[in-house]
């Protein structure tokens, strides 16, 4: 799921293999910008601002995406097959000599003036990966609502951007809190802690290929490796090989119904604003569905 780890690795391929090359092809599948022609104009560079992405493009134009839930971008070299989805998938292709840049289901590409990029992120709160991050001013924007559910308030992207689903729910489960409790009836100390904390994920998770927000102590032992499974020593048999420990990669989120790394409860789920949400009812107090 793309949140603003994930987005600026996409962002730093598409810069890689875009920035400083001139565009031989160029192809936007939505209807308003299907007669658009940036071939001949060399990318400037490309961005990530929150959970968005801006190609900046010479002529004083940009190229703004966003991937929501299954959008991606896909980087391919001259002769390699194209992976990532059937063609009619396919909402935007940026070509040069060295590599093809192909955005498949892609909810929003918009091509605009560059001096008004504002229209499209000017909305945003302060970026957890970018350099305007100003944690006071993301406090000040999360405490201006009070009443509302802490999770709701952290997927906001205007108090904050950077944050989706897996965040919400990873950061919810550290605070000890439920996403339904109101921002307003966090003990002191917690919500600016919280905000420190999703910097630290998005920043530790920003190069990572998988997203953790575990620690490494915080390991559990496969059932089917139980050392009291092990065959007597008298059988004949060789011995099994010793019981491997694996880490899980997420505390909470896509766990259901499986034991807290931390307490052994299971795992509970359910909709808030329409998106899947975890906790543990063991380790986190507040309303729940």
Excluded at 93 to 111: D, F, K, S
Excluded at 133 to 139: I, K, R
Excluded at 148 to 154: K, S
Aim: charged share 25%.
């Amino acid at each position: 799921m793309p949140e603003g780890d994930t987005v600026l690795q996409t962002a730093t391929r598409l810069h890689a293999a875009l920035a400083g090359q001139v565009l031989t092809r160029s192809d936007l599948r939505v209807p308003r910008f299907a007669t658009a022609d940036l071939t001949g104009r060399t990318v400037l560079d490309v961005t990530a601002r929150g959970k968005h992405l801006l190609t900046r493009i010479e002529g004083g134009l940009t190229l703004h995406s966003h991937l929501r839930m299954d959008g991606a971008w896909r980087v391919f070299a001259p002769d390699e097959r194209w992976r990532g989805g059937p063609g009619h998938q396919i909402r935007a292709i940026l070509g040069n000599t060295e590599h093809t840049a192909v955005g498949y289901r892609l909810p929003v590409l918009e091509l605009l003036r560059t001096d008004e990029e504002g229209r499209a992120v000017g909305h945003l709160g302060p970026d957890l990966l970018g350099p305007d991050w100003d944690p006071g001013l993301a406090l000040d924007r999360l405490l201006a609502a009070p009443d509302r559910p802490l999770g709701e308030a952290l997927l906001d992207q205007r108090n904050l951007a950077g944050i989706g689903n897996v965040y919400k729910c990873e950061l919810c489960f550290l605070a000890r809190v439920t996403p339904w409790l109101p921002v307003g009836a966090l003990p002191d100390g917690v919500l600016p802690r919280l905000v420190a904390l999703a910097e630290r994920l998005l920043h530790a998770n920003r190069d990572r290929p998988t997203r953790t927000t575990t620690i490494t102590s915080e390991l559990r032992t496969p059932p089917n490796r139980d050392l009291a499974a092990r065959p007597a020593p008298d059988t004949g048999r060789p011995p099994p090989r010793p019981p491997h420990r694996v880490q899980e990669r997420l505390y909470v989120y896509g766990r259901a119904r499986r034991p807290c790394l931390r307490c052994g409860t299971p795992i509970r789920v359910a909709d808030q604003d329409d998106r899947p949400t975890y906790w543990c009812p063991g380790c986190q107090s507040g309303p729940t569905p």
